[in-house]
Nanobody, 123 residues
Framework: QVQLVESGGDSVQAGGSLRLSCTAS?????????MGWFRQAPGKEREGVAT???????TYANSVKGRFTISQDNTKNTLYLQMNSLKPEDTAMYYC????????????????WGQGTLVTVSA
């Protein structure tokens, strides 16, 4: 089955940048899928950050719009999240996720998850 592994999390100062990566195991032949980044801070519910579908259509949470960019490299089966102008409120565990159907920013509808990578932003 498909396995997702995130990397790139680190501790940075406010205003800094990070790029997260998510690699999917092997090739998979899906005619339609959605991949996305979600995050969860201590004591808070998991929230959608950004998604991208088979056609490259992207969706962003209002809180990260203009600062974060989601992209994919299908030749490497890798999903990226470029994070610029980081703020302390961006501090969270970031998860990569996959849906075999339509995109959703509701984490309850995503079917495959990575283990998470921690991002800490200090003031």
């Amino acid at each position: 089955q498909v396995q997702l592994v995130e990397s790139g999390g680190d501790s940075v100062q406010a205003g800094g940048s990070l790029r997260l990566s998510c690699t999917a195991s092997g090739k998979f032949a899906y005619s339609s899928y959605c991949m996305g980044w979600f995050r969860q801070a201590p004591g808070k519910e998991r929230e959608g950050v950004a998604t991208i579908d088979t056609d490259g259509i992207t969706t962003y949470a209002n809180s990260v719009k203009g600062r974060f960019t989601i992209s994919q490299d299908n030749t490497k089966n890798t999903l990226y999240l470029q994070m610029n102008s980081l703020k302390p409120e961006d501090t969270a565990m970031y998860y990569c996720a996959l849906s075999f159907g339509a995109c959703s920013m509701d984490h309850r509808y995503l079917e495959v998850w990575g283990q998470g990578t921690l991002v800490t932003v200090s003031a």
